[in-house]
């Protein structure tokens, strides 16, 4: 919209009488306007259409399409609908004023024209609508500047939002790894003298009975005492016993190592750079901490993971915090089993987690996997488990941050995808597809 300058003004005259013509175009050349002219109606739309007049003088008695006619056409059309137009009358017209201002004219002049009064209309009619457009134009700029303010104000909110899930997430992750990492270290301690002495008490041990065995064969005769108290400590039994009872605290500590090498890899979190790591191990890492919650409870019986391992190369992530994904999936999955309790505690029997991961050589992704056969997620509710703290859960139970910190690890720090397949009441599948660089 291009503003006016009232002294620029462009005025359209439009008359099927010349010496009308003239008479307005003399009293009016003295102003600086330029002057535009039209003898009938039909050319006075297409000039207005064209030229874009600022104020248009219409004859209201015209050969044709008269005056009335005229401006109805001119106020529907877009172009030229704003355009103030003044009926020029005869005194001897039968003008009719209230037909004139409902078909949209802001005023009339009445022949013979009196050149004060014709000025002074069209200053005023032009003040109108300069003002008009003015208003018009800075309530468009202000529009812009409300539409760019507002782009402004929810860019930093997203940008907050942003940064919020990522402190929360550094801290989550932090904190658990931090807890991980603590209980590991102060597992090796123990671990490491039990381990040393086990193997010393072996040894004495067997020294022992090899020394008690050669006693025996020396002084095969022992006194009563002896004999007796052979009998009461069952010291047959007692020396048959020991290889059991030894290698079985060699199994039990065997498996606290691995808990313990197993803590250590999932709580990576001290890794600040991307590095190659093995997937498979990150997540049987993930299913060692969660072994406690896959076993029965008095609701229902034993989750099974099956593992449907592909040939993976080394993916280039942050192991820490794909382990928190991984983590937060499988959860959720345990999370729903415990939810679906049924009357009959064995109508579930078949709780089950397959773990698939798979390499696809073409574009050197991964592909990796965890669909459970548990309640699944109704089609409303899957349409949020995206956003953060959007939970089903009990307040306590659930913060619902899990798949939202998930979703930024996976699609923001790996560049990769997350996505997730349910059907109420058959199961949810997680899919995380991350390219290996
Ligand atoms: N395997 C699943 N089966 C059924 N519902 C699921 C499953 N995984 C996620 N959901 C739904 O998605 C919601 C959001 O999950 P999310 O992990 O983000 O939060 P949360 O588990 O509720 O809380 P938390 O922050 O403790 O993880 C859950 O409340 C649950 O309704
Ligand atoms: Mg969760």
Partial sequence: MKPINIEEATILIV??????LKVLCNSISDSGWEILVATDGKSAIEQAEYAQPDLILLDVMMPGIDGYQTCQELKKNPLTEDIPVIFLTALSDKFDKVQGLLVGGVDYITKPFQTEEVLARLHVHLKLRFLTKQLELQNQQLEKRIEERTTELSQTLNELKQSQLHLIQQEKLSTLGQLVASV?????????????????????????????????????????????????????????????????????IERISHISSSLRTFSRTDISHKVPADIHEGINSTLVILQHRLKSNNKRPAIEVIKKYGDLPLIECYPGQINQVFMNIIANSIDA?????????????????????????????VIISFKDNSIGIDQEVQKHIFEQFFTTKMIGKGTGLGLSISKEIVDVKHHGKLSCFSVLGEGTEFVIEIPVK
């Fill in 184 to 252: 590991a270290h102060e597992l090796n301690n123990p671990l490491s003298f039990l381990t040393g002495n086990l193997d010393f008490t072996t040894s004495y041990v067997y020294n022992l009975i090899n020394h008690l065995q050669l006693y025996r064969q020396h002084y095969p005769n022992p006194v009563v005492d002896i004999v007796k108290n052979a009998k009461v400590i069952d010291l047959e039994n007692l020396i048959q016993d020991i290889p059991d009872v030894i290698s079985s605290m060699n199994l039990g």
């Fill in 337 to 365: 089993f415990d939810e679906d309790v049924k009357e009959d505690f064995h109508a579930n029997s078949s709780n089950k987690i397959i773990i698939q991961t798979t390499f696809n050589e073409d574009n050197e992704w």
């Fill in 15 to 20: 008359d099927d009488n010349h010496t009308n």
